[in-house]
C-alpha cells in the first residue's frame, strides 16, 4: 500500500519533497499503519502518517529471505517522483 502524509494534498505543500519509508512486513503481514500491533495512538505513527511518504508492498517472503528484485525497481520509480525526496528514502 501506499500512505501519503495528512498534508500531502495541501496547497501549503504541493511543491515540497517529502522523505519516504519503505516498510517491508514479510509473509502475512500488513500495511505499516493498519498493522493489528499498532494503531495511530503512538506518537511515532502519528509523525510518520503526518511526515513521511510511507509504502508497504505486500511481501512474499520472510525476514530470513532477501527482497526480491521489484523492490528496488519500486524504490527507483519512486525516487523520481517530483513529491519524493530522493536523499530521504529509509
Same mark, same amino acid.
Given at each position: &500500500? +501506499? ?7 495541501? #496547497? /501549503? &505543500? ?9 516498510? +517491508?512486513?514479510?509473509?502475512?503481514? #500488513?500495511?505499516?499503519?493498519?498493522? #493489528? ?15 513521511? =511518504?510511507?509504502? #508497504?508492498?505486500?511481501? %512474499?517472503?520472510?525476514?530470513? %529471505?532477501?527482497?526480491?528484485?521489484? =523492490? ?5 520509480? +519512486?525516487?523520481? /517522483?517530483?513529491?519524493? %525526496? ?5
Amino acid at each position: &500500500s +501506499l500512505h501519503f502524509p495528512l498534508k500531502f494534498g495541501n #496547497s /501549503a &505543500s504541493t511543491n515540497r519533497a517529502w522523505p519516504m519509508i519503505l516498510y +517491508l512486513h514479510g509473509t502475512g503481514g #500488513s500495511s505499516f499503519l493498519t498493522s #493489528s500491533k499498532r494503531s495511530l495512538k503512538s506518537v511515532g505513527l502519528q509523525y510518520a502518517a503526518a511526515q513521511f =511518504v510511507v509504502v #508497504s508492498p505486500k511481501c %512474499d517472503w520472510t525476514w530470513r %529471505d532477501k527482497p526480491q528484485a521489484w =523492490v528496488v525497481e519500486l524504490v527507483e520509480h +519512486l525516487r523520481a /517522483a517530483s513529491w519524493i %525526496d530522493e536523499k530521504r528514502i529509509y
